[in-house]
């Protein structure tokens, strides 16, 4: 159940943009539980459609590349959607950061728009 909660956070980190294992953990209400949504991530190999490239850790480190096959994939899928890394880490992380939290942020306003429209 943990894993398929992080799971659904990590589906909807959108192209080009990197979350971390720490917003994942408090998103979804487990705030000390950063090192167990690492776990969740390294079992997720099997999972297709799992943009596990997007999650670092909380300084933009890539401390989840070993995790990937070859020895610097995790880094091409993130330059590839635009984000520029040096040394295995995001530069600009503070403006690539995604918070699960935009992603409530982002119902509550469609449902205010839809409400809206209603009237």
Same mark, same amino acid.
């Given at each position: 159940?943990?894993f398929?909660k992080?799971?659904?956070?990590?589906r909807?980190i959108?192209v080009?943009?990197?979350?971390?294992y720490?917003?994942?953990?408090k998103?979804?209400?487990?705030?000390?539980?950063?090192?167990m949504?690492?776990?969740?991530?390294?079992a997720?190999?099997?999972?297709?459609?799992?943009?596990?490239?997007?999650?670092v850790?909380?300084?933009?480190?890539?401390?989840?590349?070993?995790h *990937?096959y070859?020895?610097?994939?995790?880094?091409q899928?993130?330059?590839?959607e635009? %984000?520029?890394? !040096?040394?295995d880490?995001? @530069?600009? *992380?503070?403006?690539?950061f995604?918070d699960?939290k935009?992603?409530?942020?982002?119902? %509550?306003?469609? !449902?205010?728009h839809?409400? @809206?429209?209603?009237?």
């Amino acid at each position: 159940m943990f894993f398929e909660k992080v799971y659904n956070v990590v589906r909807k980190i959108p192209v080009g943009r990197v979350t971390t294992y720490g917003a994942i953990a408090k998103h979804i209400g487990s705030p000390n539980s950063s090192r167990m949504v690492g776990w969740a991530m390294n079992a997720s190999h099997h999972k297709s459609g799992l943009p596990a490239h997007r999650v670092v850790n909380r300084i933009g480190l890539l401390s989840g590349k070993h995790h *990937f096959y070859g020895t610097d994939l995790m880094k091409q899928l993130l330059e590839n959607e635009g %984000i520029n890394i !040096k040394n295995d880490k995001v @530069i600009n *992380f503070e403006k690539v950061f995604w918070d699960p939290k935009d992603m409530d942020d982002n119902k %509550i306003k469609d !449902k205010i728009h839809r409400w @809206i429209k209603e009237k």
